[in-house]
Nanobody
Framework: QVQLVESGGGLVQAGGSLRLSCAASGRTFSTYAMGWFRQAPGKEREFVATISRSGGTTLYADSVKGRFTISRDNAKNTVYLQMNSLKLEDTAAYYC???????????????WGQGTQVTVSS
């Protein structure tokens, strides 16, 4: 069992930056690929970014490519999402997720956090 706790969300002006963190419990963090997803009110949960177990492979949604960076620190059991040049449409609840096996852009993850809210204002 893996427990995931996100932090770092908040209110930011358009063009600003935030860094989300997701801390995982357990001693097997490095065996999981990690992902970030987001869900805006009235919309389905959508893929944002994913990173492989070693960190050697990363994938991004087209909407965030070039602005967001996913990274992980296996020694700290933590995955990060650095978000730059934030836009109004980035407003959503952001969730981290863990899955056995390789990185994936679908919601086929085994464990999910509770989410952290990101609100971008004009």
């Amino acid at each position: 069992q893996v427990q995931l706790v996100e932090s770092g969300g908040g209110l930011v002006q358009a063009g600003g930056s935030l860094r989300l963190s997701c801390a995982a419990s357990g001693r097997t963090f490095s065996t999981y690929a990690m992902g970030w997803f987001r869900q805006a009110p009235g919309k389905e949960r959508e893929f944002v970014a994913t990173i492989s177990r070693s960190g050697g492979t990363t994938l991004y949604a087209d909407s965030v490519k070039g602005r967001f960076t996913i990274s992980r620190d296996n020694a700290k059991n933590t995955v990060y999402l650095q978000m730059n040049s934030l836009k109004l449409e980035d407003t959503a609840a952001y969730y981290c997720a863990a899955r056995y096996g390789g990185a994936a852009t679908t919601t086929s993850y085994d464990y999910w956090g509770q989410g952290t809210q990101v609100t971008v204002s004009s």
